[in-house]
């Protein structure tokens, strides 16, 4: 069969995982801390000699190169919620268990521990933050007060190379070896980072996308019809 059906083939499956991350971003354009994805393909479909001839392959179809995650900070909103906390800068919240995370909407449990919405304890510098008291104050370098008590101090560390880290769901991460301390950034109480992702961006994008998935299938379309027509015209 003609080898253009698989490279259209493979275009067309390559557009369906784009789509599928574009309709997962403009899902997430209201999570806080969200960080939007993009993928990434192979520079060449068919390989060239160096007198840019194309020279015979064992791959002729595209090929996902990886997924990549867009680290720009979102644009801070206030909520007022003294729970509330986003990073003015570099670096993520530092969770138990080595996860991460840039979304700062924080809450109490039962047993006293601020944790994120998943009920993920955060850490300060002496561990898992209890709180014991009403009026919880959160200085801009990040130090917890309880009724005018420090309790601890948020732990925000930072990865220079970001490709450690791993999303383990929308806001939340994992890195190979462990982030350094970050001293510069500051921290908002009573505010949240929101997504970085720009909906009518991604809209348009997304559609584009989907125009050439559509374009792909009427190429799958016409090799089949040809090679039904040679095999036809062979059989005659």
């Known amino acids: 069969m003609n080898k253009g059906i698989y490279i259209a083939l493979s275009g067309a499956v390559l557009k369906k995982r784009n789509l599928d991350i574009f309709a997962q971003n403009i899902a997430n354009t209201n999570t806080s801390g969200y960080k939007k994805e993009r ?29 990549m995650i867009d680290f720009s900070n979102g644009p801070v909103k206030r909520t007022g919620n003294p729970l509330d906390v986003a990073i003015n800068g570099e670096g993520f919240f530092a969770l138990e268990g080595g996860r991460y995370t840039r979304n700062g909407s924080f809450t109490v449990n039962n047993e006293g521990f601020i944790t994120t919405e998943d009920g993920i304890p955060v850490l300060a510098d002496g561990g898992p933050v209890s709180v014991e008291g009403n009026d919880i104050v959160i200085s801009s370098s990040g130090e917890i007060n309880v009724d005018g008590v420090s309790i601890g101090k948020l732990q925000i560390v930072d990865f220079p190379d970001k490709e450690v880290l791993t999303k383990v769901n ?67």
Do not use: C, W
């Not at 500051?186 to 559509?214: K, P, Y």
């Open 39 to 67: 993928l990434s393909f192979k520079e060449f479909i068919i390989p060239v000699d160096n007198n840019h001839t194309m020279v015979p392959d064992e791959r002729v179809m595209g090929e996902l190169s990886k997924s």
């Open 170 to 236: 929308g806001t939340m991460f994992t890195a190979e070896g462990e982030g350094t301390e970050v001293e510069s950034s500051q921290v908002s109480q009573g505010f949240l980072e929101q997504s970085n992702v720009n909906a009518i961006q991604e809209m348009v994008q997304m559609l584009a996308s989907q125009r050439e998935f559509e374009s792909y299938q009427k190429m799958i379309h016409a090799f089949d019809e040809a090679a039904g027509k040679t095999i036809n015209e062979m059989g005659k």
